[in-house]
């Protein structure tokens, strides 16, 4: 009897224990479902019937814009004739409801102009000629910059970065994750939230020069060999294969699981729905949040991932790591936080890398890149580009992705009132206002790149791009704050991936007999 008792003790407080320990965690859906962050009033569900009501008239206007330059400068920041007519005139009066339409046709033309300048580098060059080719272009909420120099004096300074995306204000926090780091802004204070959630991602899953990262690393081309027993190049052309093969490596590194073939392509819809997150608020409730709803049953999906491989004591030890002021009540908030970033920027830069060198290396245009900008000149052979990869793996991912960057801008704001130059028109905007920097057009800089629409895998100034958010790997690599936390991830998950699937192992190893040096 006593020891049925103290058996029946001990389950207790084994549930109990279990019960807190759920209490610590909480719950995905209470953070899927919290109140939604500032909603403009051309956002609002009342204007949604408004939209489709107007819809024909809306498309007429949006394709004249999207085909007209001057058209589309007038819908974005005024016509000379109408100045008040306009996005930016919007923006600046905080998008009330009643100019909903200046945004409705502005988004309808920049859609029409994506689809007729060969995906996002085209669309920013027509938006560039379009305002005359100065320093600086609008679109969106905010003011985009472009010249090398400018990006980096912004990528070398302390960002005041807000919930934005493509320089529109993100859907937060049924959308994007609230919190992300590529949301919070840094500075100078070493314990800011930015630094500290920096630091604790470097500390337990991005350090290159630990033993566990070297360890999985090495183990990773045993786990290829097993999921992928008889590799071939044009496999990757499967992208469905492509993106399960890359969640798997990427889940391998960071957290030391190889996920099943099924979590393999539920984790790949981080890539599948990139363009879901680049649809403002207005949009979302065109459609009814359709596209909201797809990505929380992603969010939801991938925590479940985590608690499928009991991973929970990890967030739990990363949460109380964190300064207090930054800990989550709530540890699953900050899991989703940590997956997002995973999924948004690991998993989808690394398929989207991968994606273009698997283009390249069979001398083809990626399916969303700007084919009119990217000439192979006189790599114009599957062969000699094995060849070049061979011969450098490093500067050949460096040059396939100055040319088709995986993140080709990002959006930070104004730390002071600035005056910039749109269609020959001085015009003053406010401190705060959402300001973007568009890597994509840097890392054409004729200087720097000459003949910059051309793979030359041999550029003297290849570390010089700005495509890992800085200059990664030059002499002043040092001065970029926000450098990408995940740059040797991707890059060392880029190579194990065409090191099986090319077989150049084999080749590196012969080279090395030779005493060759790659």
Known sequence: ILGMKMEQASLLGAEEEKAEQEKKWGNIDDVLYAPLGPVSGDESWWLVPFFWLTLPI??????????????????????????????????????????????????????????????RLGLYLWEKSAFGNHEHWYHGEGCWCWSYTDCV??????????????????????????????????SDASECEWAAIRRALHEHLLDHTTLTYSQRLAELKSKLESSWPSPKLTDLNDKTFLRMLVCQCVYYMLFGIWVSDDDGKT?????????????????????FNYGIKKVQTLR????????????????????????AKYQRSATVKLCDEILFAA?????????????????????????????????????????????????DPDAYIRESFRLDPPVTSCTTSLTE?????????????????????????????????????????????????????????ADDEHEFPRLCPGRYLSVDIVKAVFAHATGCNRELVRREERGACC
């Open 267 to 287: 984790l790949s819809g981080w890539r599948s729905n990139a363009s879901i997150f680049i649809i403002p608020r207005t949009f979302q409730r065109v459609i």
């Open 300 to 323: 939801r999906n991938t925590v479940d991932i985590i608690r499928k491989h009991q991973l929970e004591p990890f967030f739990t030890k990363m949460n109380e790591s964190l300064p």
């Open 343 to 391: 999924g948004f920027a690991g998993i989808g830069g690394t398929c989207a890398g991968i994606e273009t060198m698997t283009a390249f290396l069979q001398v083809k245009i990626p399916d969303e890149a700007s084919k009119n900008h990217i000439k192979f000149g006189e790599y114009d052979t599957p062969e000699k580009m094995l060849a070049a990869y061979i011969k």
């Open 417 to 473: 009132e600035k005056v910039v130059t749109l269609d020959g028109r001085q015009i003053t905007l406010p401190e705060g206002m959402l300001y973007n920097y568009t890597q994509s057009i840097a890392n054409r800089d004729p200087e720097l790149f000459p003949d910059s629409d051309y793979f030359k895998p041999e550029r003297a100034n290849l570390k010089k791009a700005l495509t890992w958010n800085g200059a990664w790997g």
């Open 58 to 119: 809306t498309l007429i206007a949006g394709v004249i814009g999207g085909l007209c330059q001057s058209v589309f400068v007038g819908y974005a920041i005024g016509f000379r004739c109408l100045p008040c007519d306009g996005l930016l005139p919007s923006v600046l009066k905080g998008r009330p409801w009643y100019l909903a339409a200046a945004l409705w046709r502005f988004i309808v033309a920049a859609l029409v102009a994506l689809a007729t300048n060969s995906g």
């Open 153 to 186: 004096a912004v990528l070398k300074s302390n960002q005041a970065r807000k919930p934005a995306f493509g320089c529109v204000k993100a859907c937060m926090p049924d959308l994007f994750a609230s919190n992300i780091l590529i949301f919070l802004p840094n």
